[in-house]
């Protein structure tokens, strides 16, 4: 074998390699069918080219492009989104994005590596088209939590640095509230067990029972016909004076029935 | 120009069983080691292909068949020149009006730079392969598993860089041999000194321009 020939087949070896590393890197995929989604971003947190997208924690595509674009309005709302992330997702996990699908960008691994995980709509809602821009969900940004969390916790120790004695005059009152408290109670339970309160609270009980019965006989047809009856008779017992009552009672007749 | 290819041949093709050779073994130490070491140290060796994958495209690659090259061709090349200088062919180049440096160092040194960098693309990738299988073989990962804790290390830059670090390698090597030809002493124990001279130069030049370009490399990620 000739000398080129053997050089020229060292080449050929080392394109194949680098076609086959470029392939297990992602960098290239002749057979690649996916189809493209944009996403609209205000803050990405930490998402980069290459980054995985999932579905329902599936591989199925990857992050191709982000673009800064300050001008750019969500189209449907004109919410003003500055960060463009251009997304690929395999046919096969195509038909499971919908129109109320969600774009969030999460983190996994030892590593926390970032990926991008899509919700999978509902399915009486339309299929997302290609290209399309969609609204993403902004992470949560740990390190503004963090410092405001930060500028939270100097408040409050200022506050209390400035109310101290206050603060501890109102914790010495509460204090000695829940001891007043735990006192009654305990009072309450000593009394409780009392024979002559229990024989009270008995006896209670028996005239609450009464009362209820009674107040339940006065709602019936019978007694309410009695009081009407009643303030029938002071009705025409009203326009009656003193004297006439007197001459009445004195008639022999009702005196002796009286008395 | 058949030269080149001649030169070529016996850089790349020749160099190519020995090379491979070598680094599948580097490969193997390298997952075993770093296994070894994850364990220990973080009680998890869920990184090692990742790791693994970036430090041979990183380092090992290109430095080991860099070294071995050197060992193959440099040694080869000083011998080869330096019999030239004490049998007086370099003279009688002169004197039949041929620049010795263009007759002899010029193809040597354009087959061993993009010898250098052929050989550096070939080594890491199948180094690489070879990290795969063992860490199949040996930790249980699957081909897919690794190739998935490669991507979330390594860039196709990683591999830019280790052929240009391949090339820069295989430039060392003919002019240092070169040179210890050209300035070999008269007698078989001339020629055998030149011999060890560039080998040793060479290995130690090769790892000075390793940290070197490794620094410049940095300012690139």
Sequence with gaps: ?259 | MKDIFVQLEFVTWQSLPVILFCVCFAAVVTIIESSFHMKLVVQNDALVPGFAALLILRELGAVVSALLLTSRVGAGLAAEVGSMKITEQIEALKMLGIDPVRFLVVPRFVACVIGGFLLSLIANLVCLYCAMLVSEAKLSYSSGAFITSMRAFVTFQDLVFACLKGACFGAVIPLVSCYFGFRCKSGAEGVGLATTNSVVVSSVLIIVLDFVLTFLFSHFY
């Design chain 1, 1 to 259: 074998m000739k000398p080129q020939t053997k050089v020229g087949l060292m080449f050929v070896g080392a394109l194949v390699l680098v076609v086959i590393f470029a392939f297990a890197l992602g960098k290239f995929n002749p057979f690649s069918d996916a189809h493209e989604v944009n996403l609209a971003y205000n803050f990405a947190g930490g998402i980069e080219v290459g980054s995985p997208v999932r579905v329902m924690g599936i591989k199925v595509g990857k992050v191709r492009s982000i673009e800064f674009n300050p001008e750019f309005k969500m189209p449907d709302t004109g919410e003003e989104v500055k960060l463009l992330i251009k997304i690929t997702v395999d046919k096969r996990a195509w038909s499971s994005l919908r129109a109320d699908s969600r774009f969030f960008i999460n983190l996994a691994g030892v590593i926390g590596e970032k990926f991008l995980e899509i919700s999978p709509g509902s399915s009486d809602k339309p299929e997302l088209t290609h290209g399309q821009v969609i609204r993403g969900e902004d992470p949560p940004r740990i390190d503004q939590m963090i410092s405001q969390s930060y500028a939270l916790a100097g408040k409050i120790l200022d506050m209390v640095n400035k109310n101290e004695g206050s603060m501890v005059e109102t914790i010495e009152t509460l204090n000695k509230l829940v001891t007043n408290f735990d006192k009654a109670l305990k009072q309450l339970e000593k009394t409780s067990r009392d024979p002559e309160v229990t024989k009270i609270v008995k006896n209670l009980s028996i005239i609450m029972s009464d009362g209820a019965f009674f107040s339940q006989k006065l709602r019936t047809p019978e007694a309410i016909e009695t009081m009407a009856l009643i303030n029938k008779l002071i009705k025409r017992l009203e326009p009656l004076d003193g004297p006439v009552i007197k001459k009445f009672l004195q008639q022999d007749g009702i005196k002796a029935k009286l008395f």
